[in-house]
C-alpha cells in the first residue's frame, strides 16, 4: 500500500509539472496506478491457483502502460502519442517507487 501511495504522488507530481492545466487530481493519479495494481493482484492470485508459469505475473505488469494509456487517451483527452509516453512515464515512475520501497525495506 505505501509503493501505491508514493507512485500516486509520483504520478500526480509528474502531471503537475508537465502539465499544469491538463486537469488531472489526485483521484485521477490514484487510478492510473491502483487499477493496474488490483489487476495485477487477481492475476498473480489466479497463476498460483492454476499452477501456470511464474513469468505471467511479470507479464501483467504491462498493465501499468496499457490501462493509464487508456486512461489519459480517453478521459483526458490526450493523442495517441501523448498518451503512450505519458504511460510510459507512469510505468517507469511505478517501477521507481518499487525500487524505493525495495532498498527502504531490504527486500532485493
Do not use: C, R
Request: overall charge negative.
Amino acid at each position: 500500500m505505501l509503493q501505491i501511495a508514493l507512485a500516486t504522488f509520483f504520478v500526480f507530481l509528474f502531471f503537475k509539472i508537465k502539465d499544469p492545466e491538463g486537469g488531472l487530481d489526485g483521484f485521477g493519479a490514484l487510478a492510473m496506478v491502483l487499477a493496474p495494481a488490483i489487476v495485477i493482484f487477481f492475476t498473480a492470485m489466479a497463476v498460483t491457483a492454476l499452477e501456470m508459469p511464474e513469468y505471467i505475473i511479470s507479464l501483467s505488469e504491462l498493465f501499468y502502460v496499457v490501462i493509464p494509456f487508456f486512461l489519459i487517451k480517453e478521459i483526458y483527452g490526450y493523442s495517441n502519442k501523448k498518451a503512450a509516453l505519458y504511460s510510459l512515464i507512469v510505468f517507469g515512475l511505478v517501477m521507481l517507487s518499487s525500487i524505493i520501497i525495495a532498498l527502504l525495506f531490504n527486500q532485493f
